[in-house]
Nanobody, 127 residues
Framework: QLQLVESGGGLVQPGGSLRLSCTASGFTLDTYIIAWFRQAPGKEREGVSF????????YYTGSVKGRFTISRDNAKNTVYLEMNDLKPEDTGVYLC????????????????????WGQGTLVTVSS
């Protein structure tokens, strides 16, 4: 079965850190663009970051730039999202998605062209 599984979410205080993992089963991630999204309660899904397939180019939405880092470990078939200096507004369900091809940044960050999605992991930032 081809699937993506996210893990690493939890409850953290403002200013804290978490590392999310996106692990693939049934296929290898190294030829895929991998993107992270989040959805806060009552809000639309938001693109957070992505990493390209061949040259590890990364992109971040403005609100997380400088605080979040996306990386991949092909040996573990996993992409990580390191999140530092977390804020209450970072709260939400974080999902990863995979896609192939040379996709425009805007399309990726809207979730377009991404063919496989995980179920998500909940991140709650609260004191």
């Amino acid at each position: 079965q081809l699937q993506l599984v996210e893990s690493g979410g939890g409850l953290v205080q403002p200013g804290g850190s978490l590392r999310l993992s996106c692990t693939a089963s049934g296929f290898t991630l190294d030829t895929y663009i991998i993107a992270w999204f989040r959805q806060a309660p009552g809000k639309e899904r938001e693109g957070v970051s992505f990493i390209s397939s061949t040259d590890d180019i990364t992109y971040y939405t403005g609100s997380v730039k400088g605080r979040f880092t996306i990386s991949r470990d092909n040996a573990k078939n996993t992409v990580y999202l390191e999140m530092n200096d977390l804020k209450p507004e970072d709260t939400g369900v974080y999902l990863c998605a995979a896609g192939k091809g040379r996709l425009p940044i805007g399309l990726i960050m809207e979730g377009g062209g991404l063919e496989r999605w995980g179920q998500g992991t909940l991140v709650t930032v609260s004191s």
